[in-house]
Antibody, heavy 119, light 107 residues
Framework: QVQLVESGGGVVQPGRSLRLSCAASGFTFSSYGMHWVRQAPGKGLEWVAVIWYDGSNKYYADSVKGRFTISRDISKNTLFLQMNSLRVEDTAVYYC????????????WGQGTLVTVSS | SYELTQPPSVSVSPGQTATITCSGEALSRQYAYWYQQKPGQAPVLVIYKDAERPSGIPERFSGSSSGTIVTLTIRGVQAEDEADYYCQSADSSGTVVFGGGTKLTVL
């Protein structure tokens, strides 16, 4: 079955960097678009970024554009989110999600990894 | 980017019908999706492409669309349906947006 396992979260100071990983299994990773979605404590879902199945296109939320970079390593079935210049407001649980084929929505989600930005 | 607007909360008694709306200008051109999230858990997709139901989602969950408003309907609400519900869509540039979420309370 589809499995998405995030890692790399932790406590980091403002202005520093962090890289999140999402290990994918149970499906052909190279055939699916992948997203990062975050949720600040007690708040709603906020979409962060998407990378197309072949890596040809990447899109970002305005709140992270220029600071975050989404990427994927097909050989390792892993999705990444490089987060630079972190701010207190980036504190959240970060989920990776697989987009279903033919506009089927974010069909599968990991359990999330917590990022805390604090001095 | 654009916004999707949902009511903050909806309350319903067990066995009744819950209706959650989501409004946004782009919904007349783009598909809508609905997610259920229970405390401490990851979201679960319950409706895709406005009205399609993924396998494993109970038939009491349904979706509809009319112009710039989409609706999630839960018939015969059960206690286990108490959760936060989020609508989601995308714009033509490829970016994704979520609504603010609706807390469904089963009285």
């Amino acid at each position: 079955q589809v499995q998405l396992v995030e890692s790399g979260g932790g406590v980091v100071q403002p202005g520093r960097s962090l890289r999140l990983s999402c290990a994918a299994s149970g499906f052909t990773f190279s055939s699916y678009g992948m997203h990062w979605v975050r949720q600040a404590p007690g708040k709603g879902l906020e979409w962060v970024a998407v990378i197309w199945y072949d890596g040809s296109n990447k899109y970002y939320a305005d709140s992270v554009k220029g600071r975050f970079t989404i990427s994927r390593d097909i050989s390792k079935n892993t999705l990444f989110l490089q987060m630079n210049s972190l701010r207190v407001e980036d504190t959240a649980v970060y989920y990776c999600a697989r987009e279903g084929l033919a506009a089927a929505g974010l069909a599968d989600w990991g359990q999330g990894t917590l990022v805390t930005v604090s001095s | 980017s654009y916004e999707l607007t949902q009511p903050p909360s909806v309350s319903v008694s067990p066995g009744q019908t819950a209706t959650i709306t989501c409004s946004g200008e782009a919904l007349s051109r783009q598909y809508a999706y609905w997610y259920q999230q229970k405390p401490g858990q990851a979201p679960v997709l319950v409706i895709y492409k406005d009205a399609e139901r993924p396998s494993g989602i109970p038939e009491r969950f349904s979706g509809s669309s009319s112009g710039t408003i989409v609706t999630l309907t839960i018939r015969g609400v059960q206690a286990e349906d108490e959760a936060d519900y989020y609508c989601q869509s995308a714009d033509s540039s490829g970016t994704v947006v979520f609504g603010g979420g609706t807390k469904l309370t089963v009285l």
